[in-house]
């Protein structure tokens, strides 16, 4: 893919999800992130115990603090927050907290279509553990795609088996690509979230991360700095000494190398890790989300370089259902 090709690369040098978003829907969409009331089984024992070392759901998922909130209200909430400062239009519906595909269909459908109900929802990305979704579950979520833009993201962090096991995964890379080949077989749209400087990865074993995602055929990636946070697991590793997160500098070239290796045409939806209230320990940088990413830009910018420069596997098949978009945008007003 040549710069000309896609403008967009030639402003960020990669391809952000507002630019996939935009060239998907006619009218502004944002996503509203939800807390669904899941847990993990990685945290009740079915899986394991402790959850993920770095894992506090409250200090990255907004809505996880406090009382539980009805979807219908957390949407509500959600869409007059977008509304008002960035204009969005339409809404994708993004079940964040925890696991959620862990319940049984019947669950699942009733939070789902809590979400649903909205005329203003156009879409549905549903945040999960590999090792929890049955066929049953990907068939069911299949389902939405007649009607409605639809993605699982999935929690990977690294292909190391070594690094899943220090950071208590409770799951190995295989249970990944398991998920993988099987939700392939669908068309709902997968996005994979990747952890860079996890404890004891060298550049090396990232970048080695970055050419397995490269060629798994998938629509999105999320990329994140290792940060540690209060009340964690990592939190008591790095008190120890055990543990180093990076510096502003070595990330964003770390990003930037990991985005040279992936395809175009993947979707970055986040290029940074994001903490909310009082729970980060490590690392204080000076430098907002939109400051980190611009720097990412201007680091590819110095080397002349773009999202897939160094990528030598062919792009994967975007699940495109534009002609839905289109037809439902004539239809904004009407329930689906
Ligand atoms: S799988 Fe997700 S919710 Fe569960 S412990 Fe790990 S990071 Fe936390």
């Known amino acids: 893919m040549s710069l000309r090709q896609k403008p967009y690369l030639l402003k960020y040098r990669f391809f952000p999800f507002s630019e996939y978003l935009k060239e998907h829907f006619p009218y502004k969409v944002h996503k509203i992130p939800l807390h669904a009331g899941f847990t993990c089984p990685n945290r009740d024992g079915r899986v394991g115990v402790g959850g993920c070392t770095y894992c506090i759901n409250e200090s990255f998922s907004p809505n996880v603090n406090g009382s539980y909130i009805p979807i219908k209200e957390q949407i509500e909430k959600g869409k007059a927050f977008h509304k008002k400062r960035y204009g969005a239009e339409k809404f994708i519906a993004y079940f964040q907290s925890f696991t959620n595909t862990y319940a049984d269909v019947k669950t699942l459908r009733s939070c789902y279509e809590e979400a649903l109900a909205d005329k203003d929802i156009v879409g549905i990305s549903i945040g999960t553990r590999p090792d929890c979704v049955t066929d049953d579950i990907l068939s069911f979520i299949n389902s939405y795609t007649k009607k ?22 409770g799951h190995d890379y295989k249970a990944f690509l398991d998920a993988i ?23 090396e074993d ?21 940060y540690v946070a209060k009340n964690t697991a990592l939190a008591e590793e790095y008190f120890r000494g055990k543990v180093q997160t990076l510096d502003i500098k070595t990330y964003v070239h770390l990003a930037a190398d990991f985005l040279e290796r992936i395809p175009a045409d993947i979707t970055v939806q986040r290029l940074v890790g994001d903490t909310h209230g009082n729970f980060l320990i490590s690392p204080i940088w000076k430098a907002s989300k939109a400051e980190i990413t611009a720097g990412i830009t201007s680091e590819l910018e110095r080397r002349g370089s773009y999202q897939g420069s160094q990528c030598n596997v062919s792009a994967p098949i975007m699940k495109d259902h534009s002609s839905l978009y289109s037809e439902k945008s004539k239809l904004q007003t009407v329930e689906i």
């Open 148 to 169: 409605y833009h639809v993605w699982v993201e999935y929690g990977l962090q690294s292909i190391h088996n070594d690094t899943l096991k220090h950071i208590n995964r």
């Open 181 to 203: 080949h099987r939700t392939k077989k669908t068309c709902v749209n997968i996005c994979v979230h990747v952890i860079l400087g996890l404890p004891g990865e060298t550049r």
């Open 206 to 226: 990232m970048l080695q991360t970055a050419e397995a995602v490269a060629g798994l055929g998938i629509q999105g990636i999320k990329l994140h700095h290792l």
